[in-house]
DNA sequence: ACATAATAGTTGCAAATGAAACTATATACG
DNA sequence: CGTATATAGTTTCATTTGCAACTATTATGT
């Protein structure tokens, strides 16, 4: 990536300094490298495996996977309906409402989970490698107010259509 | 965004602190965001945007635009026929290589474009707006390095499958 | 020169995606 | 209560995506 000139101009644009790009640009390399790993190793795709991870953490309904992970709920439904297939997940039944189920991992799911993670932390390990603690640090904190301040400005976008 | 405990546990992952999730999840939102004001207002897809940003820059062949996007090619030649299509793109004879076309804008293509790229830089802005210029540039040089970054791991991630 | 291999771009096909319609249950309000 | 409205999750369908096979042209080796 060049060098973006201390004055912009307005005019022009250089798709290789326009952030949004940029930013899925360097996303799209990382999901592929992942997607195929945890394919070929797991058999898992992208949002199987991030239900799992979300699951792992606390067992929630299939609408909070999605409200937490940003999936559309029908790629909820159907990454569920492939776990629970293959006896990694399991549908407790929600007495408060029988509309929805608690998913939590099987054991045989949670036997999974426990080999994907370290993979998983390496995987991030390896692409932080060059980056010291403090330029982590940075990351994350501009990655959250990124997230926050690209959530802000969709909205905008959307009433102004 | 929750906080990452300075201690990694090795068995356990949170998603929301797992960078390629993080990245992949503000990626989409401002790529969503973006994608659908450019087809509201511009009646453009992503790709399609993204082909005439870097052929406003220079004119290049098809291979070429696939080459510094990271589009696959069939994504390119169908943003292209769209834009041959609208009169937005012209595909100018190459004498040194009769199998590809040196892409270029037509004047109505430049009029679009110059009508695009000031929303653009707005959007950017307002999406970069709680960043200071040190910020910015931090932004910059990080997201250039996990690019990079991300590039070698999948180089390898690839190998070992 | 001529056959063989490589490359630019297109087309066909199969998988992934998400909006909208649908089912079943839950809530609100007369 | 009973009817209307909202919500959780599924299914259907149309669109988007990219790999693989294909066409046309160019480069290479003998």
């Given at each position: 990536m060049t060098e973006r000139p201390?004055?912009?101009?307005?005019?022009?644009?250089r798709l290789d300094d326009f952030l949004p790009y940029r930013l899925s640009y360097t996303s799209n390399l990382l999901s592929t490298a992942i997607a195929d790993t945890y394919q070929a190793?797991?058999?898992?795709?992208i949002p199987e495996w991030r239900l799992m991870a979300l699951v792992a953490e606390a067992p929630m309904t299939q609408l909070q996977v999605g409200a937490r992970s940003g999936m559309d709920k029908v790629t909820v439904s159907r990454a569920a309906a492939a776990l629970v297939g293959r006896g990694l997940l399991a549908r407790a039944r929600n007495d408060e409402d029988r509309r929805s189920h608690h998913l939590k991992l099987t054991p045989d799911g949670e036997a999974l989970y426990a080999r994907i993670v370290p993979k998983a932390l390496d995987l991030e390990k390896r692409v932080l490698a060059g980056f010291d603690a403090a330029e982590q640090a940075q990351l994350d904190d501009l990655l959250a107010r990124l997230a926050e301040s690209a959530a802000r400005v969709m909205l905008r976008v959307e009433s102004e259509t």
């Open positions: 201390e004055t912009l101009r307005s005019d022009r644009l190793m797991f058999g898992l795709k």
